[in-house]
Nanobody, 114 residues
Framework: QVQLVESGGGLVQPGGSLRLSCAAS????????MSWYRQAPGKERELVAT????????NYADSVKGRFTISRDNTKNTVYLQMNNLKPEDTGVYYC???????WGQGTQVTVSS
């Protein structure tokens, strides 16, 4: 079955960096567009970044443009999210998801605080 395992979260000071990873299994990873979402306390889950399967094109939420970079390694069935210049408003649980598949992983907590 579809499995998504996120990792790499933690506590970081404002201006710091983190790299999140999502290891996928149970489907043909290279053929799927992959996205990162986040959910802040008391807020709805929001789309952060997407990487298209066939072209490698990337799209970002306005709030993270210029600071976050999504990438993928199809040989490792893994999608990454490099997060730089982190801000307190980036705090939340980060999830990865494959387009058209309903499964979610457990997420990884990111906390940006001094």
């Amino acid at each position: 079955q579809v499995q998504l395992v996120e990792s790499g979260g933690g506590l970081v000071q404002p201006g710091g960096s983190l790299r999140l990873s999502c290891a996928a299994s149970g489907f043909t990873f290279s053929s799927k567009t992959m996205s990162w979402y986040r959910q802040a306390p008391g807020k709805e889950r929001e789309l952060v970044a997407t990487i298209i399967s066939y072209s490698g094109s990337r799209n970002y939420a306005d709030s993270v443009k210029g600071r976050f970079t999504i990438s993928r390694d199809n040989t490792k069935n893994t999608v990454y999210l490099q997060m730089n210049n982190l801000k307190p408003e980036d705090t939340g649980v980060y999830y990865c998801k494959a387009l058209s598949l309903g499964s979610w992983g457990q997420g990884t907590q990111v906390t940006v605080s001094s």
